[in-house]
């Protein structure tokens, strides 16, 4: 006696329930013929359904992740342009300014080579200004090294004159060493070439270690969207195998599982760059706030007013398009390789 309820397909191979052979023919037939072709028994037919179920578990799951990774690879992104600005700004503001140290010689006058060294470098060329820096003032620099309440007086400190350099005409170092030089043989010009070479290391480490961060975000973000095509892919076998044997084109069903995995993406790029944004503005907020405190000044000698400004706001909007395109086209990538591998 013949089982109810099967059926048994010689062609394919593969053994169906009638009802659910019957639903893949019908989603097949409506999405190839027209009102004219079926004529009256068009009405039997009913509208065409998802390949891809709409809404599911496995399709929430897979919108939090998004939203999750792209919050993620937009702070690391933007924590990179933010590091990269502030260095660019550190150094600029450093390179505006050098440095003379003259030091203690027995048998010199100290205060008269002060005098000499500040003059020789105001008549120099490119110099805005030197300021001397009084003895006190001198003595206080060493305290964070010496500590406080330490008496000075017998050391030999050398005494500090601060240069501002001008930033469109811009000095000599050579000529500015021989001009100091010839004035006092015991000074010594410092254009703190080291400190901003290290600076910029420091910053290009930084931002170095923010694109890897990037990079491995968006790598395990595409290794998240692989697993869920392959498990939609799974789920929906059987329609997938009887769509290809009753000759549906490999590019019809990849393009079903590519408008929904771009839908998911496009909504968890959504949810993930507009959380981006309002976290850099929050922070903008704080940051304001704290900016006439100590620790406000130095997150502001760091990172500036901690605002990502337009290019930053274009990175987001960039980033959340991209990651809804990639979520797309690598699960029609997936699902031509496995229509592909069933011959």
């Known amino acids: 006696m013949r089982k109810r309820g099967a059926s048994c397909s010689p062609t394919a191979g593969f053994t169906f329930s009638n009802e659910r052979t019957m639903a893949i023919m019908r989603f097949w037939s409506s999405t190839r013929l027209t009102a004219s072709d079926v004529g009256e028994d068009a009405e039997e037919i009913p509208a065409q359904s998802a390949l891809v179920p709409a809404d599911s ?67 120099t060329p490119g110099v805005l200004e030197a300021r001397v820096y009084a003895k006190s003032e001198s003595e206080a620099l060493l305290a964070p090294w010496l500590g406080e309440g330490l008496d000075l007086s017998e050391l030999p400190t050398p005494r500090m004159i601060v240069l501002k350099l001008d930033p469109d005409n811009r000095a000599d170092l050579d000529r500015l060493r021989m001009e100091l030089e010839r004035a006092v043989p015991s000074a010594v010009l410092d254009d703190h070439h080291v400190f901003i070479e290290r600076l910029g290391d420091m910053a290009r480490a930084a931002v170095a270690i923010s694109a890897l961060v990037f990079i491995l975000i968006l790598g395990a973000m595409a290794v998240a969207v692989a697993s869920a095509t392959r498990a939609a892919v799974a789920t929906n076998r059987e329609i997938v195998e009887v769509l290809h044997i009753v000759g549906a084109a490999d590019s019809f069903i990849a393009r079903e599982f590519q408008r929904r995995f771009m839908a998911l993406g496009f909504r968890g790029a959504l949810i993930g760059g507009g959380g981006a944004l309002a976290f850099f503005a929050l922070a903008q907020f704080i940051s304001q706030q704290w900016r006439a405190t100590g620790g406000g000044d130095q997150m502001e000698a760091m990172f500036g007013a901690f605002t990502i400004g337009w290019s930053g706001f274009i990175v987001i909007v960039l980033l959340a398009g991209g990651v809804a395109l990639l979520t797309g086209y690598l699960s029609q990538f997936i699902v031509l390789r496995h229509l592909q591998q069933l011959g």
């Open 57 to 123: 578990v496995a399709g929430r799951s897979l919108v939090i992740v998004i939203a999750i990774m792209t919050f993620l690879a937009a702070l690391a992104a933007n924590v990179a342009i933010l590091v990269a600005d502030a260095s660019v700004e550190w150094r600029s503001d450093i390179a505006r300014e050098a440095t003379v140290q003259v030091r203690p010689v027995a048998g010199r006058d100290l205060e008269a080579d002060v005098r000499q060294a500040a003059d020789a470098m105001r008549r």
